[in-house]
């Protein structure tokens, strides 16, 4: 029995040396330099410092002597006889010499961060206490995104050189960071906290953005609520973000710095949205300019100003009235229910120029001004600043013949007219330039009586007629059927062209309607009246069918008479018609020179000479009769000689 419970303390005892010793070994036993050596008694003792710094702040209570000294435990403990196996070691020492060992040791594996403190700041590093043998050294550049690093500061490292060539322990803040980068990018996605970030450098839509040892991606749309123009000034600046979306699967970060400033500017905005009132004058800033308009910030929210509200004068664009970032005041001219909607003004902050008007501007007087819009109907001239006439294309000219208005001005001309109509409680005015120049139709009946000759410029065409300028101011009508003596006109574009000259002759004058009637083809002697004896009913002429028709067929004589020969009158000696092209002799059958009308035939021509074979033979016929016929002498010859018979004498 004896020798089992020897066996069995002995037993103990290996188990109780050999717990103390992995205890003390404080993980040491990676060190090459160490290969698993038991803690020193020096080292204890440090440990024990500490120790004792730390017991004198925790409350007071029983204490075991080893609580109450460490110190003088660790210096009264007899390492030599423990390892030895002459002491025994009670279990609670053992319990709370491995606490201290825990407590006061770093242990220094590569894979495992751990927290330090700066104890001081060199212009290139940072020295890191982890309690471990000596400090640790850091590069100033692994701490570039958080520039107010100073002694004191907590900072997560990680073992990268336990000693260099100077027994020196390398650290390493950013891969601590990148081990821990994920965790906290997120924890920080998931709960919405703010995180510091280094922008390092541009990249194609965006900024490269250091966060938490990763880089992460900030779009250009998301680094500020307005457009920016200037990506390079972001460059190098440590700033705030929000961790917008992660991905996964590729490792991707997206973050935004306008997120924070939005969630400043709805604050911002709710409060002024909720002060809003038409016709309040407030102070923005010019955020954004369009063709339409101009976007103002009013200090969180925008509102718009249309361009017709910049200026009362027209302008072309917005930005000949205002720059970006410029200030000014603008009113508030309406808004929608939920305020999102903001319309804003700014001409509306001076008075209208209509009220400017002196009271001396009336009709008939003379204005200069610009002319700022050209339409189809006329142009609108700004006479002063915001206030516009209109001259009617009618009263651009004298002539009746209505044109564009932009055969007369441009946009940009300076122009003189005079004062038609003035209505300032409608803010309208007309105005005449036609009325500055005399008016032409004053001495129209000896400019131009009826029967004289002149040339004038064909302006426009109508189904019925052409109208011909013969000066500026004066227009005349030519009728289709005054054109030409000998053509059938369907449309004057068949007869001429626009802007081609043409003779004509006044035919009627009109003065009060301003109306005249002139004629072209009365310039020329009526060919008809030469052509009514050569083509005369029963004239017979040679000529070639030079078109075929429904009804028969049309023939040239010569350029002013063409005739008309009905389907039946085509009809050859043969039985068969006159073709296209086939020359034939044909008779006049009709000749109308009022209606300008003449009818030919070619069947007449032989079917006279039919009749007149027939009217020969008749007549050979009856003279043949004729001398067959006894004369009155032949039948008293006979009678007489009848007589002499029968009296004998015979």
Same mark, same amino acid.
């Given at each position: 029995?004896?020798? #089992?419970?020897? &066996?069995?303390?002995?037993? /103990?005892? $290996? *188990?109780? +040396?050999?717990?103390?010793?992995?205890?003390?070994? @404080?993980?040491?036993? #990676?060190?090459? &330099?160490?290969?698993?050596? /038991?803690? $020193? *008694?020096? +080292?204890?003792?440090?440990?024990?410092?500490?120790? @004792?710094?730390?017991?004198?702040?925790?409350?007071?209570?029983?204490?075991?002597?080893?609580?109450?000294?460490?110190?003088?435990?660790?210096?009264?403990?007899?390492?030599?006889?423990?390892?030895?196996?002459?002491?025994?070691?009670?279990?609670?020492?053992?319990?709370?010499?491995?606490?201290?060992?825990?407590?006061?040791?770093?242990?220094?594996?590569?894979?495992?961060?751990?927290?330090?403190?700066?104890?001081?700041?060199?212009?290139?590093?940072?020295?890191?206490?982890?309690?471990?043998?000596?400090?640790?050294?850091?590069?100033?550049?692994?701490?570039?995104?958080?520039?107010?690093?100073?002694?004191?500061?907590?900072?997560?490292?990680?073992?990268d050189v336990r000693e260099d060539s100077t027994g020196q322990l390398i650290l390493s803040h950013r891969k601590a960071r990148t081990i821990k980068a994920w965790d906290r990018v997120n924890a920080a996605h998931d709960e919405g906290t703010i995180v510091n970030g280094f922008v390092k450098c541009r990249t194609k839509g965006g900024m490269i953005v250091d966060v938490f040892g990763i880089e992460a991606f900030l779009p250009g749309s998301q680094i500020d609520v307005k457009p920016i123009r200037d990506y390079d000034i972001y460059v190098g600046k440590t700033m705030e973000f929000k961790v917008v979306k992660i991905n996964h699967e590729f490792k991707n970060v997206v973050?935004?710095?306008?997120?924070?400033?939005?969630?400043?500017?709805?604050?911002?905005?709710?409060?002024?949205?909720?002060?809003?009132?038409?016709?309040?004058?407030?102070?923005?800033v010019v955020k954004n300019i369009t063709s339409y308009g101009v976007f103002v910030d009013l200090g969180?929210?925008?509102?718009?100003?249309?361009?017709?509200?910049?200026?009362?004068?027209?302008?072309?664009?917005?930005?000949?009235?205002?720059?970006?970032?410029?200030?000014?005041?603008?009113?508030?001219?309406?808004?929608?229910?939920?305020?999102?909607?903001?319309?804003?003004?700014?001409?509306?902050?001076?008075?209208?120029?209509?009220?400017?008007?002196?009271?001396e501007l009336k009709v008939g007087d003379k204005v200069k001004?610009?002319?700022?819009?050209?339409?189809?109907?006329?142009?609108?001239?700004?006479?002063?600043?915001?206030?516009?006439?209109?001259?009617?294309v009618s009263e651009m000219s004298w002539s009746t013949h209505l044109r564009s208005a932009q055969d007369f001005v441009n946009v940009g001309d300076e122009v003189e007219a005079q004062i038609l109509t003035l209505d300032k409680e409608e803010r309208?005015?007309?105005?005449?330039?036609?009325?500055?120049?005399?008016?032409?139709?004053?001495?129209?009946?000896?400019?131009?009586?009826?029967?004289?000759?002149?040339?004038?410029?064909?302006?426009?065409?109508?189904?019925?007629?052409?109208?011909v300028e013969l000066e500026e101011g004066i227009d005349g009508l030519i009728y289709i059927s005054d054109l030409s003596w000998t053509k059938k006109v369907k449309h004057p574009s068949e007869f001429t062209n626009i802007g081609d000259k043409l003779d004509v002759v006044v035919l009627e004058l009109d003065v009060e309607g301003r109306k005249l009637s002139l004629g072209h083809k009365q310039t020329e002697e009526n060919p008809?009246?030469?052509?009514?004896?050569?083509?005369?009913?029963?004239?017979?002429?040679?000529?070639?069918?030079?078109?075929?028709?429904?009804?028969?067929?049309?023939?040239?004589?010569?350029?002013?008479?063409?005739?008309?020969?009905?389907?039946?009158?085509?009809?050859?000696?043969?039985?068969?018609?006159?073709?296209?092209?086939?020359?034939?002799?044909f008779q006049i059958i009709e000749f109308n020179k009022e209606f300008k009308k003449v009818v030919a035939s070619h069947m007449t021509i032989h079917r006279e000479e039919e009749a007149k074979i027939v009217k020969q033979a008749a007549k050979k016929a009856a003279k043949q009769a004729e001398e067959a016929k006894p004369t009155l002498g032949d039948a008293n010859s006979k009678l007489q000689e009848l007589k002499d018979k029968m009296d004998g004498k015979k």
């Open positions: 029995m004896a020798d #089992k419970a020897t &066996t069995k303390d002995e037993a /103990a005892k $290996k *188990a109780a +040396d050999k717990k103390v010793e992995n205890s003390v070994a @404080v993980k040491d036993a #990676k060190k090459p &330099t160490r290969e698993k050596e /038991a803690v $020193k *008694a020096e +080292d204890m003792e440090d440990m024990a410092e500490a120790k @004792v710094g730390q017991s004198l702040e925790t409350p007071k209570e029983e204490l075991t002597p080893q609580q109450a000294n460490p110190a003088k435990f660790l210096e009264d403990f007899n390492w030599h006889n423990y390892q030895e196996g002459i002491d025994p070691v009670d279990g609670e020492q053992l319990q709370e010499f491995e606490k201290l060992v825990e407590e006061n040791f770093v242990d220094t594996l590569d894979d495992e961060v751990v927290e330090g403190e700066v104890i001081h700041l060199t212009d290139r590093d940072a020295i890191i206490d982890i309690n471990a043998k000596s400090e640790g050294v850091i590069s100033l550049n692994e701490f570039r995104y958080n520039p107010d690093l100073k002694v004191g500061d907590k900072v997560e490292v990680l073992i973050v935004s710095h306008k997120a924070l400033i939005e969630a400043d500017i709805e604050e911002q905005k709710k409060e002024i949205i909720g002060q809003l009132e038409k016709g309040q004058v407030l102070e923005g969180g929210v925008d509102g718009l100003v249309h361009i017709t509200d910049l200026s009362w004068s027209r302008i072309n664009h917005p930005n000949e009235i205002v720059e970006l970032d410029q200030k000014l005041n603008v009113v508030i001219l309406d808004f929608d229910e939920d305020k999102t909607r903001i319309q804003l003004g700014l001409k509306q902050l001076s008075a209208h120029p209509w009220e400017a008007l002196g009271d001004g610009k002319v700022v819009v050209i339409a189809d109907y006329g142009a609108f001239v700004e006479v002063a600043e915001g206030v516009e006439g209109l001259i009617h309208k005015m007309s105005l005449g330039i036609k009325q500055l120049t005399p008016d032409p139709w004053t001495d129209i009946t000896s400019k131009y009586p009826v029967g004289s000759r002149h040339t004038g410029i064909v302006r426009n065409f109508t189904n019925f007629g052409v109208f008809w009246d030469k052509y009514e004896e050569e083509f005369a009913v029963g004239t017979k002429h040679t000529a070639k069918i030079d078109e075929m028709v429904d009804k028969g067929a049309i023939i040239n004589f010569n350029e002013d008479i063409s005739a008309f020969v009905p389907k039946r009158h085509l009809e050859k000696e043969d039985g068969t018609d006159v073709a296209k092209g086939e020359e034939a002799e």
